[in-house]
């Protein structure tokens, strides 16, 4: 049993549902993605999406596809942000999870990115590009390893399909609210509910939304049905204040964020 296989089994004892935070790794710097992490945890966040910035994202926003940019600006590097996941990981109580393209992975190496992510205590990643087609080898070595592959489901994905991407992950299903790009939302779709509600009847798996939410109504409307919820572009907003403002007041800001989704969430 992972972390995240037991984290997700105290939730449903105690009948409580996780907020997942996204945060960008390496904007505007590896020192205060570290220090977000830490404030996210303080403020009882479930666990964290970690996400490795990469030059082509395929579902991401105008505010994410920013982050990654000014992450990559810097020339950032996969073994810099495993080493700064292994120093707030030992610090933090919640999982950490990567969101990171398969290209990346295959071009660092399936095993040695499994090796070196759990060894920087990552408990999983999120592979958006990872088709559940060609996902069999990387699953059995996530498997192998105790190290969570999370998959993502659609609104637009047939039934039998997304019943194979759920036998195919692991940890939990991500179900993407939207059929569209990451970033805030005023309203979500009116068959949300229902088709979270269809997915659960077929899968033992936890299901986080994510995508669009960023609001307590948000929280409110989807914490019947939803495991988890998972926030991005709100907080990588906010977070990238920092490049004009004290980082001290956007650490607040950003606490302040997550504590309404959290008391929402209660």
């Not at 997700?8 to 710097?29: E, H, I, Y």
């Not at 910035?53 to 810099?80: C, F, M, N, W």
């Not at 949300?192 to 409110?220: A, M, R, Y």
Request: glycine share 6%; net charge neutral; aromatic share 6%.
């Amino acid at each position: 049993m992972t972390n995240i296989d037991t984290l997700f089994a105290q939730l449903a004892t105690s009948k409580k549902k996780a907020l997942m935070p996204f945060v960008t790794a390496g904007d505007p710097d590896l020192q205060f993605t570290a220090e977000v992490i830490r404030e996210l945890d303080r403020r009882g966040c479930t666990m964290c999406e970690v996400g490795i910035p990469y030059s082509d994202p395929i579902a991401d926003g105008p505010v994410i596809q920013a982050s990654y940019t000014r992450a990559l600006e810097h020339k950032i590097k996969v073994k810099e942000i495993l080493a700064m996941l292994a120093k707030v990981s030992g610090e933090v109580k919640m999982p950490l999870v990567t969101m990171i393209s398969f290209a990346i992975i295959h071009r660092y190496g399936l095993e040695r990115f499994v090796q070196d992510a759990k060894a920087a205590g990552v408990s999983g990643a999120i592979v958006p590009d990872l088709l559940v087609e060609e996902a069999e080898k990387f699953s059995a070595i996530c498997k192998a390893a105790d190290f969570n592959l999370i998959q993502l489901v659609t609104p637009t994905t047939p039934r039998e399909r997304a019943i194979r991407i759920a036998n195919s992950s692991s940890g939990f299903l991500y179900y993407v609210s939207i059929a569209g790009i990451t970033g805030e939302r005023t309203q979500l779709p009116a068959d949300l509910v229902d088709n979270v509600s269809w997915l659960k009847s077929q899968t033992k798996l936890p299901i986080c939304i994510g995508f669009g939410i960023s609001q307590p109504e948000h929280v409110n409307l989807l914490k019947p049905v939803a495991d988890g919820l998972i926030v991005g572009s709100a907080i990588v907003r906010r977070v990238a204040e920092a490049a004009t403002r004290d980082r001290a007041e956007v650490l607040k800001d950003v606490g302040q964020y997550v504590t309404s989704l959290l008391s929402a969430l209660e």
